[in-house]
């Protein structure tokens, strides 16, 4: 099972979600929400093999945290898995946007630069600008992103798909009428399923295989394949954008 965005971190047990999801084979991308809580995290995952730590500064810590940039940029050589990152154009955070849009930038670009990462990015209401922004500077083929719980429009995900895009898939936007509408229109060769935990219900870290299985369930229902077909085309995406 794949789980490509969650937040082992904020969970109470962290080594122990971590062991557990390593016995029960999940594979587990694991976000930082500050640069300053990754070397805990790598410490923790440099030798596991099914779980994996990104470089984050997530956008709605951009308004307190922007100073981290230096200290995410010390740490990017160590690692090819970046996130949680992006920008939030939500009511509660807009007030930082124009500074979430000079780190993500940075972020992007430095990206480019090392060449061969891979990006969870968070676009809460703001879809259209971040794929400008990755458009524009993380060109195609210099690393991979994958949209973490896109909310944009059809026109949007296709533009995304178009740009090389995947999208990870959780169980609460199967639960939402629109949301899970859209996700039927995703090419099945860009999904990828993820628990955003501990930020979803249902969700409680203790069991990786128990955590994922709704979002692997539910995308097998509205695609109408069998669960094991799923398994399969999830692994199969996993393995392409780990290539
Ligand atoms: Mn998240």
């Known amino acids: 099972m794949v789980d490509f965005h969650c937040h082992l971190d904020l969970y109470p047990d962290h080594a122990g979600a971590i062991a557990r999801r390593e016995r029960d084979r999940v594979f ?8 300053k809580a990754f070397p805990r995290n790598k410490e923790l995952t440099d030798r596991t093999t099914y779980v994996r730590a990104a ?10 945290r922007a100073r981290e940039l230096t200290l995410w940029k010390d740490y990017l050589p160590s690692t090819r898995y970046i996130g949680e990152v992006g920008l939030d154009a939500g009511r509660q955070y807009y007030r930082s946007f124009d500074e979430q849009k000079r780190v993500f930038g940075d972020i992007l670009a430095a990206c480019a630069e090392a060449r061969d990462k891979i990006l969870s990015v968070h676009s809460v209401r703001c879809a259209k600008v971040v794929l400008d922004m990755i458009d524009a500077r ?4 210099t690393g991979r992103v994958v949209l973490h719980w896109f909310t944009g429009s059809a026109s949007e995900a296709r533009r995304a798909a178009e740009m090389g895009c995947y999208f990870s898939i959780n169980a609460a936007m199967l639960r939402n009428e629109r949301s899970a509408a859209l996700v039927a ?15 979803t219900d249902g969700v409680s870290g203790n069991d990786g295989p128990a955590d994922v ?16 077909e799923m398994d399969g085309i999830l692994t199969g995406n996993l393995r392409e954008v780990l290539s």
């Open 28 to 35: 587990t991308l694991t976000m930082t929400t500050t640069p």
């Open 185 to 199: 229109t995703l090419p099945r060769d860009r999904i990828l399923t993820e628990t955003d935990g501990p930020f």
């Open 138 to 141: 993380l060109p195609v083929g």
């Open 55 to 64: 470089l984050g500064l997530h956008p709605q810590l951009v308004a307190d």
């Open 213 to 228: 299985r709704p979002a692997r369930d539910g995308l097998a229902k509205l695609l109408g394949t069998g669960r094991e």
